[in-house]
């Protein structure tokens, strides 16, 4: 489930941030200064990214078995500006707390950790690996 609770954190952020970018810089540009440029690319990149996320929020919510609330909740965060942020925080709470996973890196924290975390993760696989194949019988 860390996966797909990494996936889905992640698309909060993007989703967030794009309708953020829209709502609170593109319209007032199209309407106040009739500048649509923001809205016209910022807009359909959000509408392809929301449906990324809805992919990947329900990906989550099937793993995790949440109820129909809570998946309305996911879905609506998606388009309520600032919203997207409060329901990720809430959900990655309670994954967490429930003991879904042990460490869920933060996507605003860069891939420094992401990279350590997979570094160990291939180091002791290659060390698996090789405490297998020295006991292989002759």
Not at 3 to 9: D, F, I, P
Request: overall charge positive.
């Amino acid at each position: 489930m860390n996966g797909a609770l990494v996936r889905y954190r992640a698309m909060a952020y993007i989703v967030g941030i794009g309708l953020i970018v829209l709502v609170f810089v593109g319209v007032p540009l199209q309407y106040g200064a009739g500048e649509p440029a923001v809205v016209k690319i910022v807009g359909p990149v959000h509408g392809m990214l929301y449906i990324v996320y809805l992919l990947t929020a329900l990906d989550l919510a099937r793993r995790a078995r949440f109820s129909i609330p809570q998946m309305m909740a996911m879905v609506g965060a998606g388009f309520v500006p600032f919203l997207a942020f409060i329901v990720e925080r809430r959900i990655t709470s309670r994954i967490t707390s429930q003991g879904g996973t042990a460490h869920v890196p933060d996507p605003a924290a860069g891939a420094n950790d992401q990279d350590e975390a997979l570094d160990r993760e291939a180091e002791a696989r290659r060390a698996g690996e090789l405490g297998r194949t020295e006991r292989r019988p002759r």
